[in-house]
């Protein structure tokens, strides 16, 4: 096997700081299906049940450690919060963090790709490494390896208000200022269907304001959003 098929796990728990009992679990989680298709003689499994898994124990432990720490704030602001401190974006950032893109086994198209698809599987690997780690060591060294990675990010989330949900921000500027219910519009759609990408127009009456580009329509809407309040100033 090349070292690309067979990357060095140990090098993972030790960055990590877990080790597992299971290696083949640690591997399945950086097993993209896609390296499956062109690797039919692999015995591996494609990560997309540990990252199922890992979801649910993410957030579980999130909502556990936001509940703790801001016991003042009302569901809608720990809502956003968690929202921020496990989107695709967070996710992604600390995978590449820890080195997370050593380790994925990828078809060679996937590996070639390092823009947004790269970010969603990226995110979705962590999930399936948290999954990983909740059935080979428990609930302790699952929270231990999420506390360490991800937890001290939501200061800095807070402090510079990115949880803050753009399109109602701007929703809510705009009925506020111009008496207007923003207008999303799609007006372009690019790429294969699994790697689609949107671009999706704010209107407010007739007027475009903004545009913004995103893997879903949603987190187009979200950037054009963002866009929006930037150019009426509405920060």
């Known amino acids: 096997m090349t070292k690309k098929n067979n990357p060095d796990f140990k090098k993972f728990e030790e960055l990590s700081g877990i080790t597992f009992k299971n290696k083949e679990l640690l591997r399945r989680a950086f097993t993209h299906r896609s390296y499956l298709n062109e690797n039919r003689g692999s015995e ?36 956003a919060y968690r929202a921020s401190l496990v989107n695709a974006i967070t996710l992604s950032e600390v995978a590449q963090k820890i080195g997370v893109n050593d380790f994925l086994l990828l078809s060679k198209g996937e590996a070639k790709d390092t823009g947004k698809a790269r970010q969603y ?8 490494i948290i999954g990983a780690i909740y059935l080979d060591q428990g609930y302790d ?10 937890f001290h990010l939501i200061d800095k989330i807070v402090a510079d208000q990115s949880w803050i949900d753009a399109k109602s921000k701007f929703q809510e500027k705009a009925q506020e200022k111009d008496g207007q219910t923003p207008l999303y519009k799609s007006l372009k759609e690019e790429g294969p269907d699994h790697d689609k990408r949107f671009t999706i127009g704010v209107y407010l009456g007739k007027e475009l304001i903004a545009e913004g580009s995103g893997m879903s329509k949603q987190e187009a809407e979200q950037v054009a959003a963002k866009k929006a309040l930037e150019v009426k100033k509405w920060l």
């Open 44 to 79: 591996s499994s494609h990560n997309e049940r540990l990252e199922f898994l890992g979801d649910a124990v993410l957030e579980l432990m999130v909502t556990e450690y936001l509940f703790e720490k801001y016991p003042d704030s009302n569901e809608g602001d720990l809502t």
């Open 121 to 128: 599987i990226l995110a979705n690997t962590i999930e399936a």
């Open 141 to 150: 060294s699952a929270k231990y390896f999420i506390s360490k990675n991800l």
